[in-house]
Structure formats: C-alpha cells, structure tokens
C-alpha cells in the first residue's frame, strides 16, 4: 500500500510538527516567522520531496520554474521538516510516481488524463498520495472535467475556513490568500474528501504558485509572497500529516 509507503515520513512529520509547535515562541523572529534551530536535522531516507506533474494535454504544466525550490526552501528555512530541496518532475505512468507523496500541478489551460492516467491516480491517491493544482488561469473548465471524470462519485467541494488546511502550520481564517487578481473573483480551495482525508486541493483564483516565484518574475510585494509561501507550507504539512 502507498500508505505504508508513506508511513515513516508522516511519522517523522508529525512528530517534528510537535516539536516545532512548542518550540515557536522561542523561535519568532521580527517578520513573525519561525526560524529553523542551528543545528537541522540530517537529510535521510523519510524526507518530504515534491515533484511536478507533467500532464497531457497542452497546458504548460512546466510554468514557474522557481516556483517549487522557493516553496522548498522556505520550508527548510523556518522549520525542523526534513526537506528534499530539489524539485522532481513525474508522469503518472511513471514507475517512480509512489515515490513522492505529494504531487504539484500548474499552469494555464487544458489538462487531460488518459483512462489509463486516472486509474493510476485513483489508486496512487486513495493509497496514501496528494495532489495539489493550483490554477495558475484558465484551467478551472478541465481541472474540474477532469476531477470529474477520476472522482465521478465524489463532489468537489469548498472546503470551509475552519478545515485543517487552513491551520495546519499558519493561521488562514479567512481561508486561501488571494495572491493575483485573475478575474476579481474571490480565492477559494476546493477539495475532494476520501475517508475524511483531502486528496485533491485544488486552489481557484488565489495563484499561490505564482507567488512562490522569484520576487521579479511578477513583482508581488513581499507580504503577499509570504502569504502564498505560507499557504504552500500550510497544503504540504496538511498532506503529510492527515
């Protein structure tokens, strides 16, 4: 089971959440984050990697090349998890796709699974794993076709302010940061829900992603770069300890 897989990063996690809950007061700096202890924790076999989906159909799954290492270096830098600070990138019909617990998808426009990808993402999400989309434009008219078609007996629902996503490490209680303005709507997440368990978060009209990018790739001030590194420390905590 990609569970079981899994179960030895999410018991490292977890107990370093812990110890990073009772440990943050002492660890505030002025800007009001926690900073990592001068002596880290060794890399080893359980550390927490992210990789990139590249999937089918035309969108540029690719956008935001800085986008994971800053999102991984933020991480490292304000707290105790033990993070694998190089971005991977995977396909679903990859061998290696069980390795990585937590899969990022972005971009603009068309995103496609063929029969064969979904039935390998049911049984990689079911089993333990996450994805987290993140419409970076345009994308919300096959995101949800697609998430449609892989979950036709689950409804994707916003999930409320109070979801532990929003209070996995930071505090969002209004929920997702509204990072660029898109279409003036407001930010919302919406989640598909297996036994209790978001395995699909998929962020709408917030763009976290892009303001995970280096500071002059879009000129977002700075307050709105550390919510939307925040709100990515928040979904990757969230998915390694639920």
Do not use: C
């Amino acid at each position: 089971m990609l569970r079981n897989y899994f179960q030895i990063a999410v018991i490292v996690l977890t107990a370093l959440t812990s110890t990073v809950a009772q440990e943050r007061e002492g660890l505030i700096v002025p800007s009001g984050l926690p900073v990592r202890p001068q002596t880290a924790p060794q890399i080893h076999p359980s550390t927490i990697s992210v990789a990139r989906l590249h999937y089918g159909g035309g969108g540029d799954w690719y956008w935001g090349s800085s986008a994971i290492p800053n999102l991984l270096k933020f991480v490292k830098e304000n707290s105790r998890y033990p993070i694998d600070p190089e971005e991977k990138v995977i396909q679903i019909m990859d061998n290696a796709l069980f390795r990585y617990p937590f899969l990022f998808a972005t971009g603009h426009g068309v995103i496609k699974f063929s029969q064969e990808e979904k039935e390998r993402l049911r049984t990689y999400l079911t089993g333990g794993g996450f994805l987290f989309i993140n419409d970076s434009y345009g994308m919300d008219k096959t995101v949800r076709r697609e998430l449609s078609a892989l979950f036709p007996e689950r409804e994707l629902a916003e999930l409320p302010f109070d979801h532990p996503i929003y209070h996995a490490y930071f505090d969002f209680p209004a929920g997702p940061p509204k990072i660029h303005e898109h279409d003036n709507k407001p930010a919302q997440g919406f989640g598909i829900i297996i036994n209790g368990r978001v395995v699909v978060y998929y962020l709408y009209e917030s763009d976290i992603g892009d303001g995970w990018e280096d500071p002059q790739v879009h000129n977002d001030p700075p307050e709105k770069r550390e919510a939307a590194l925040r709100m990515g420390m928040n979904i990757l905590v969230y998915s390694m300890t639920h």
